[in-house]
């Protein structure tokens, strides 16, 4: 998560976030460049920040659930591919 945060207040920028976590030097500069401008295109900044925040989660949570995977393997084994497709059929059935 990005510690910085930003209010938007008509056409004014309030840094809200601690003066620690402030420490990056880009996120400095991000800060200096928003300044300058108009409040529709600060708007596009925090819906795109948004969308690569929720991006980041999304590939920390699928690097999680793969990792897991890889720790526990769950097997199976079938005699033949009819033994497969059923299984299969079942468990969508039984999923539903």
Known sequence: IWPCY???MSD???ETA???AVTNPDIERINEM???LPAE???EVVSFTAYL???ERRHKIFVEETLASDANPERYVFNNSKALITAAL???T???
């Open 6 to 8: 930003i209010i938007l």
């Open 12 to 14: 004014t920028i309030t």
């Open 18 to 20: 601690p003066e620690v």
């Open 34 to 36: 928003l300044i300058g």
């Open 41 to 43: 295109r600060i708007a």
């Open 53 to 55: 925040a929720d991006r």
């Open 90 to 92: 079942e468990s969508v």
């Open 94 to 96: 039984a999923d539903a």
